[in-house]
Every structure is written in C-alpha cells, then in structure tokens.
C-alpha cells in the first residue's frame, strides 16, 4: 500500500519552453505533498509543500513563478517548470503521506530526471 | 529551522561485517520523528527505519537498529550481517509536518 506515482520519469525539453511533473497518490489520500530536488550526488532539498485546495508553500530560495505547483485534488499535485534553464536540470521527486501528521513515513514516487537542453 | 548533520560522505564494509553510519540533528522541538531512507542506483527512496522521539527504546528492524540519543540529538544506523544489496545512499531525515534530509553517506558493501 500506499503508493506513489509520479510522471514523466524522464524529460528533456528546449530552453524556454515549459514542463510539467505529475505525482498521484494511488491508494490513499493526500492533503500534503512535497516536492524535492536532488542534484547528481547530492541530498534531498525540500523545494515546496503543496496543499490540496490552497495555495503552496516554497521555501527559501525557491522561484514560485518558475517552479508552479497545482494541487487540485487529494490524489494529485503538479509541479511545472516554466521557461526552463539548464540549470534547471536535476532529479525532481514528489512525496506524501497517508493519513494525519508526522507519524507516517513519506511515500516517494520514482522521480523525474529532466534535462533542458 | 531543523537541520540534518551526516558527517560520513562515504563509508565501507566487509560483507557480514556491522557498519555504523551516524547522524546528528538540531531542533528546539521536543516531538517529532526520525527516519533513515537508503537510495540504490536506481534513486528509489526506501524506508529503512523510524523513530518516534517520545519513545526511549531504540528501533530495531531485522538487520537495521538505531541509537537514538535524545539529549545528544544523534541518530545513528546500524547495519548488522552487511549484505551486497546494502550498497546504497543512506539519507537521515527529520520529520515534523514536513522532512529535512542530511547530506547524505555512501555505503559500499565489499564481497
């Protein structure tokens, strides 16, 4: 149980042009999701957590207007990267948990590597 | 804000042998949660192991036990019997209403 699903695993996109990451919670539930970033050999850094129905909350350094998150339903949040960069490539990974607070272990999806050429 | 200490970038082991990775924490919360994640090749992050703060008694699944010492905010992993498949990135995490990872250590299991 308590899977999450994310996709594209992969993308590569053109400088400029926009592109959008889907993570679903398939067997439960998910008021909160987060979304992090991952460079090659590096930790986990938390960039948002999206809330079902309001607005996300980013952290510090993190562009809202580049990084856009969407989260419409409880099964289901977007993150869209817009006028991507270069240096916008990295290892992008979505999380939730089931049920209520923090004694439920985050569910990871299987990430999206993008690469913007 | 929280903060995740891993001083090992990289750490090796005998297979069958014990390895102990270490983990440091900073928070003025008194509940919350701590976790292990390992990361294999293919960047799939795992559950390893938890541990809730109120609780004295160090977790332990199969292979996997933890030193958890509140006052000292240290968490460390305890890898008994290494196996080949425990070759991986081995995340410590801090948990509240969101999750905060350290930087992370390499474990390569030698055959």
């Known amino acids: 149980g308590a899977v999450v699903s994310q996709h594209p695993s992969w993308v590569i996109c053109k400088s400029g042009t926009s592109v959008k990451i889907e993570c679903r919670s398939l067997?439960?539930?998910?008021?909160?999701m987060f979304w992090y970033r991952q460079f090659p050999k590096q930790s986990l850094m938390l960039m948002a957590t999206?809330?079902?129905?309001?607005?996300?909350?980013?952290e510090q350094g993190v562009e809202k207007d580049k990084f856009l998150i969407n989260h419409a339903s409880l099964t289901l949040s977007t993150l869209t990267v817009t006028s991507a960069h270069p240096e916008d490539s990295s290892f992008y990974i979505c999380?939730?948990?089931?049920?209520?607070?923090?004694?439920?272990?985050?569910?990871f999806g299987n990430g999206t590597r993008l690469t913007v050429t | 804000a929280q903060t995740v200490t891993q001083s090992q970038p990289e750490m090796s082991v005998q297979e069958a042998e014990t390895v102990t990775l270490s983990c440091t924490y900073d928070?003025?919360?008194?509940?919350?949660?701590l976790f292990w994640y390992k990361q294999p090749p293919s960047r799939q992050m795992i559950l390893v192991i938890r541990?809730?703060?109120?609780?004295?008694q160090n977790a332990t699944e199969n292979r996997f036990s933890v030193n958890f010492q509140k006052a000292a905010k240290s968490f460390s992993l305890k890898i008994s019997d290494s196996q080949l498949g425990d070759t991986a990135m081995y995340f410590c995490?801090?948990?509240?209403?969101?999750?905060?990872f350290g930087a992370g250590t390499r474990l390569t299991v030698k055959p």
């Open positions: 995490a801090f948990s509240r209403n969101d999750m905060r």
């Open positions: 999206s809330n079902e129905g309001s607005k996300a909350t980013y």
């Open positions: 999380s939730a948990r089931p049920g209520q607070g923090m004694v439920s272990p985050l569910h």
């Open positions: 067997d439960f539930q998910a008021t909160t």
């Open positions: 928070t003025s919360e008194n509940n919350y949660y």
């Open positions: 541990q809730e703060a109120y609780k004295q």
